[in-house]
């Protein structure tokens, strides 16, 4: 299983990530990840409209896969947490 691609500070990779990968998953987490704060969306959710006002990966960045189970792993392996569901992406 290969790691997570990381979006910090670079808001046009993690939009065209999302743009090439519609099926993936992604976790926003706090710029260093912590189990409290690990939550996965999918690309659709519109909590991340694309506003040019929002610096989408400074303070809080993207951890991007196509396979959720990647993530999943990351989140245990790397940071010692468990994800949880975006109410809107999961709901």
Avoid at 45 to 54: K, L
Wanted: glycine residues 6%.
């Amino acid at each position: 299983m290969s790691a997570p691609i990381l979006f910090r500070d670079d808001d046009s990779g993690f939009f065209d990530w999302l743009d090439a990968n519609s099926t993936g998953y992604f976790v926003n987490s706090e710029r260093n990840p912590r189990p409290a704060y690990l939550v996965l969306h999918r690309p659709p959710c519109h909590h991340f409209d694309r506003s040019p006002q929002v610096q989408w990966t400074k303070n809080y960045v993207k951890h991007c896969a196509i396979d959720r189970k990647e993530l999943e792993a990351w989140a245990a392996r790397e940071v010692g947490g468990e994800l949880t569901l975006c109410r809107t992406c999961f709901g």
